[in-house]
């Protein structure tokens, strides 16, 4: 009943008050296709295997915090959606002689925060980098959830008295099929994916995020700033990560010119706060454009996320960033 091992071990921390897995998880798992394969009728699944690992915390870590000096803060793109362990942010970031942590769970600004916060009200002398993705952490929501706080202390305690019961294969199959379902409609209409063929394969795109990449202009973005105000004094530097459509543009539409709203707001407030700010789509461009010559991706063709090449691409520019800033540890 779960295609990979995200939907099995994803759960609520009541010791937190966050989301994050289920701790202490170490399996190995036949993953049959990406997020993207589900949502739409063409043939694009890439079956991979994958290792997964969790740490006390229940983030994807093989050991718990030893001192590293970094903790990597982000949504699922740090957290290594259907990639396998071995190629993660902290094993890439690694190879090149950097010692982070993952703290990477898919979620808002505001989720990072509490990641943020949870670890350091036990640990201390760490520094956090930023991880911003373009598809769906800029449009607002930071703000709804800030808007009542009594909503939010309440939803919090339902889902404390629920996790028990939502780690059950019943309830996770019954949100799964009921999600399906919702989506059957735009499934069969082709709403909600767009493939097209780059270096002669397959290469699939969610339409909301290639939506979101198009934007000229964000929605409100007060609580957003806000909870990036908050966390700017503990942040050594903030990395945006582009959208598989705004990488691979250049060999889809490359007539298009794409606007960067995301990206000049994100800028703009990393000036404010005083915080250094990287745009990753050059690297990961750079390394696309290179992997094609062989028939390979920085993402998987049949998934939202980045593959270890993209991570790896990712590593090699956020380590030259901590260089460049004389921050190595």
Known sequence: IYYRPHERYATWDSRWSHRAYQPRVSVRMDVPHGDLQGLTRAE?????RMRFATDGDGFRNDADYAGEPWVLLGDSFVAGNGTSQEHLLPARLAARGVRAVNRGFPGGITDYEQFWRSFRSRQDGARALLFLFEGNDFPENAGRREAAPWRAAMKRRVRDATAGFRRLPTSRVTRSLAARVAHLGAIRGGDLVAVHRVADRPLA?????????????????TGFDAAFARLAPDLDAVFFIPTKYRVYRPWVAPEEDLPDASWRHLAASCREQGVTCVDLTPALRT??????????????????????????????????????LGARR
Do not use: C
């Open 287 to 324: 390394r696309s454009e290179s992997l094609l010559r062989e028939g390979r991706f920085t993402w998987w063709r049949d998934d939202t996320h980045w593959n270890g090449a993209g991570i790896d691409a990712a590593a090699e520019r956020v380590a030259e960033t901590l260089a460049a």
């Open 44 to 48: 694009i699944a890439e079956p991979r």
């Open 205 to 221: 795109f969610y339409l909301e995020y290639v939506q979101n990449t198009r934007r000229e202009k964000l929605p409100e973005m």
